[in-house]
């Protein structure tokens, strides 16, 4: 009777001793499996690395002569440019496309009904975009430094300044292509929606036209996202500070750029509470 107590008590007892892991742990494995499927996909990988690369060098070819009066060319110009557009590519562009098809076939309906908590699979996406930018941005390190004369920063607290950046600019961005994934009514409708404010913002924000050119009101509409200051950070990090006269301040502005970039990474985060859904509208 014993024995029968015991083992009842054991049984009922396993079920409770099997629990599931944190979300954290739950979160990295689903970022590996996102990194996964990220480089089984050929096409993928060279478009998403091929892109930014391809613009650089062509942008950098073309325009190359020496701007008056900063010190610098224009080729690197672009190249610091590139690195914040190739970083918000990476995630808004990414994530807005990606989550609303999954949502689109009903990827997200299945996983929200299984005991995965809901913070690992954005945790999951996090991983994805860390992991991608860190490789697209040094792969345009690369590029700018041996075909355009970009000095890699030699201090310290350069690096740290690069690090924060590239951190809250990543995260701001990431949290804003979540929250722009619901906007698109389908998955079709997902790259037209998410792709033109993209594009936009790049010409009205120094990416493809240097800001000292950019009219003021369209500077200061574009100061409102993430793009803008990113470039304007990355500017301050790889080029010199006779650079900075060409700043619609005459600045590198690092502590706006941290209050503007750290805004949105709250900002971003309450619109994800506030849209995000895990089906289509029409699936009620």
């Known amino acids: 009777m014993t ?13 409770a001793a099997r629990r599931l892991p944190s979300a954290w742990t739950l979160g990295l494995h689903h970022g590996a499996m996102e990194l996964r499927q990220f480089f089984r996909l050929r096409e993928q990988v060279v478009f998403t690395f091929a892109f930014p690369v391809v613009f650089l060098f062509l942008f950098a070819s073309i325009f190359r ?3 008056e009066g900063a ?7 672009y190249v610091a440019a590139m690195i914040a557009a190739g970083i918000m590519s990476i995630s808004f562009q990414s994530l807005g496309i990606s989550i609303a098809i999954e949502r689109d076939e009903k ?31 040094a792969t345009l390190l690369v590029v700018g430094v041996t075909l355009f004369d970009v000095d890699l920063p030699s201090s310290a607290g350069a690096w740290l300044t ?11 961005c990431a949290l804003l292509g979540i929250a722009i994934s619901s906007v698109p009514k389908s998955g079709r409708s997902a790259t037209s929606v998410v792709v033109l404010p993209f594009l936009v913002l790049q010409f009205t924000s120094g990416v493809y036209i240097a800001v000292d050119t950019i009219p003021d009101w369209m500077l200061n509409v574009s100061a409102l996202f993430p793009l803008k200051w990113m470039c304007q950070g990355f500017r301050g990090v790889f080029l010199p500070e006779s650079a900075k006269v060409l700043e619609q301040t005459g600045s590198w502005e690092y502590g706006r750029i941290a209050l ?3 805004a949105w990474c709250v900002g971003g985060l309450v619109l994800c509470l506030l849209t995000f859904r895990w089906k289509n509208r029409r699936d009620g």
């Open 3 to 15: 024995s029968t107590a015991t083992s009842t008590g054991a049984r009922t007892s396993e079920p």
């Open 65 to 67: 002569d020496d701007v």
């Open 71 to 77: 010190g610098i060319t224009a080729s690197q110009l």
């Open 107 to 137: 990827v997200l309906r299945r996983l929200r009904g299984t005991p995965m908590p809901p913070a690992a699979y954005f945790l999951g996406k996090i991983w994805l975009v860390l992991v991608t930018g860190l490789l697209e941005t």
């Open 162 to 172: 690069f690090g924060w950046i590239f951190v809250l600019g990543l995260t701001g």
């Open 260 to 262: 503007v970039l750290g």
